[in-house]
């Protein structure tokens, strides 16, 4: 997560970096298309990233088969209610919120599967 003011080709970077420290075992990443070639070539060379590209096909609506995983993630997020609306001023604590939002829905998901 960046500042809004910050590209998205120049906050990949960033986010990469943070990303590398914490989870350098991963292999691919999707992306959208606000990412230009640099980025993929950089991230390839620097940590071994693949960026995936994720693109709209035509006109009109289409189901895209993974940014549907991120809006499905995004849905289950605004059932919290810290996140059924935008209080976070301070990127940290909203980043530290959706870490906490995320272990409750795993931590659902595995107790349904047993």
């Known amino acids: 997560m960046h500042s809004a003011h910050i590209s998205d080709t ?41 960026l995936e590209l994720v693109q709209r096909l035509g006109d009109g609506f289409t189901v895209l088969r993974k940014r549907w995983i991120v809006e499905r993630t995004f849905a289950w997020i605004s059932f919290y209610r810290r996140f059924s609306r935008d209080y976070e001023h301070n990127p940290k604590s909203s980043e530290t919120n959706i870490k906490i939002v995320m272990i409750a ?10």
């Open 10 to 50: 120049r906050g990949i970077r960033l986010l990469l970096i943070r990303l590398y420290s914490s989870f350098p075992l991963l292999k691919k990443i999707w992306v959208d298309g606000g990412y230009k070639q640099g980025c993929f070539d950089w991230a390839k060379a620097m940590f071994g990233y693949l």
């Open 105 to 114: 829905l795993m931590l659902k998901h595995l107790e349904n599967s047993s």
